[in-house]
Every structure is written in structure tokens, then in C-alpha cells.
């Protein structure tokens, strides 16, 4: 019968995937939390577009209708933060979307910054 060597390393893959399991915990974390900044980047932008693009409406727009356009497609947990600001300058209606980033989790808690989306579109014409 033949005994094992003593440096026998059976096993040790193992090992060093339990190890590494926190970091590639903490690194799906903060890919994911990138996921998440850069979607509320878009939200802004897209919600500012929608609703500078109502406010210039000839019959319907105003300060009113952009700000409902503006908020009308936001997921809730980005809806209860976004403040929305609309006004014309020089034939040129600007709606200015603000958005709170989520904690991981939309809903479950948010950074302490405002990500802002900007967005202007021509008057129309009566």
C-alpha cells in the first residue's frame, strides 16, 4: 500500500475560490451599482426630453403639461425623487430633470447627490 505524499493539494482550488468570494461579491456589487447611475442618467435625459418636447405643444403645453410629461414614465422609486423644472427662453422651452440614485436597490435607500438631465426643444409656432 502506497501512502499519499505529504504535500498533497487536493482540495486547494476550492480554498482559493473561498477566498476570492468576497471580492467577486464586492465587484458584482459595484458593477451593479454603476448599472444603476447610468440608468438614472438616462431616465433624466429621456424625462427631460419628454417633457421639454410637451411644454412646446401649441394647444396643450405649458409649464404644466411638461412637468406631467416629464414625471409620466418614471419607475416609482425614481418618481418620488425627481424634481422637474420647466420654463421657455427665447422661443426655446428647457426642462430640467432631477433624479436621486438608488442604493443598490430602487426603493431601498438613495445616494445623497442628484443626477440631472437637461433638455430643450423650439417653440412651436402659432
Request: hydrophobic share 45%.
Amino acid at each position: 500500500m502506497r501512502r499519499p505524499p505529504l504535500g498533497d493539494d487536493r482540495g486547494q482550488v476550492s480554498v482559493e475560490f473561498l477566498g476570492l468570494t468576497p471580492l467577486i461579491l464586492a465587484v458584482l456589487v459595484l458593477l451593479w451599482q454603476f448599472v444603476l447611475v447610468g440608468y438614472t442618467y438616462t431616465l433624466a435625459a429621456h424625462s427631460a426630453d419628454k417633457g421639454a418636447r410637451a411644454g412646446t405643444a401649441t394647444e396643450t403645453g405649458g409649464a404644466g403639461a411638461c412637468a406631467a410629461a416629464a414625471k409620466e414614465d418614471l419607475p416609482g422609486a425614481w418618481a418620488g425623487s425627481a424634481t422637474v423644472g420647466c420654463g421657455a427662453e427665447g422661443g426655446l422651452w428647457k426642462a430640467t430633470v432631477g433624479l436621486k440614485v438608488p442604493v443598490l436597490f430602487p426603493g431601498a435607500g438613495t445616494f445623497p447627490w442628484t443626477v440631472t438631465g437637461t433638455a430643450g426643444a423650439a417653440e412651436e409656432g402659432s
